[in-house]
């Protein structure tokens, strides 16, 4: 398990309100397992802290709501070797820290930060565990956007506190929103070297639907996992559709919590 370059999604994990629900779901759905010893793990002492593993290979986490006023949600992560360097760059630049630089030992340090629009995002300095062991592999993750009404907004703020190269993939028309990649500093912008992305919320959107971040897990068959989301308990917020990368779906699980699979050319 490599380590993750800063500005790069390294790890994703979902607060609900039942744990052994939310295993039940996604073990069926994604073909996850999960650490079934965890009374005697480092996770279970933090709280039910609970890994998800495809093939073996970590690739995500469940965790219980310590408050029930805590949103039902997936989170993303960020890497970053100066968790406490990266918390100042997003106060300097209109960001605010939620949760400031917390030690999970042996683990690495964790923090909670929402940009200017108020989309929360983690933080993650790896020690012992650095991030996904499999990415990009039906049932694992493969990416991430956040959906913003202020796309100038957005955009001057990750690419000033991340350095990201913004590449514009075509015209709203030609994909289907006002959409922006990004890629880590150094490489050519674009697609083909994107860990991300900004997509402007159109009128389509609630509009009191707040800032968010979408996290996107790879899938073989997006039709198939959409039917088996409803049947499962879940709910299915936008039907399976194609776009330039492959197919998609935006699902809610039987909690709640929102998150997106794409069947893409690579699954």
Known sequence: MGGYPEGAPCWADASLSDLAAGKR???????????????????A????????????????????KRDGRMPTSWTVYLATPDVHALAARIREAGGQMITEPLPVPPHGTMALAADPGGAVFGLWQGDRHTGF???RKPGSFCWTEVYTRDKDQADAFYESVFGYEGGDPGSPDEIGA??????????EPGPDNAIGGRSLMSDAFPAALPDHFLVYFSVEDCD?????????GGRVTAEP???????????????????????????
Request: charged residues 20%; negative net charge.
């Open 25 to 43: 779901f996604y073990g069926e759905l994604l073909g996850w397992t999960f650490d079934e010893d965890a009374e005697g793990t480092a996770d």
């Open 45 to 64: 002492k933090q709280g039910g802290y609970t890994s998800a593993f495809k093939d073996g290979k970590r690739v995500a986490a469940l965790q219980p």
């Open 133 to 135: 062991e499999l990415t």
């Open 178 to 187: 006002d959409f922006r990649t990004w890629s880590l500093p150094g490489a």
């Open 224 to 232: 198939a996992v959409a039917a088996a989301c409803t049947r499962l």
């Open 241 to 267: 559709f194609d776009i330039p990368y492959g197919r998609m779906a935006v699902l809610n699980d039987n909690q709640g919590a929102a998150f997106a699979v794409l069947q893409g050319s690579g699954t």
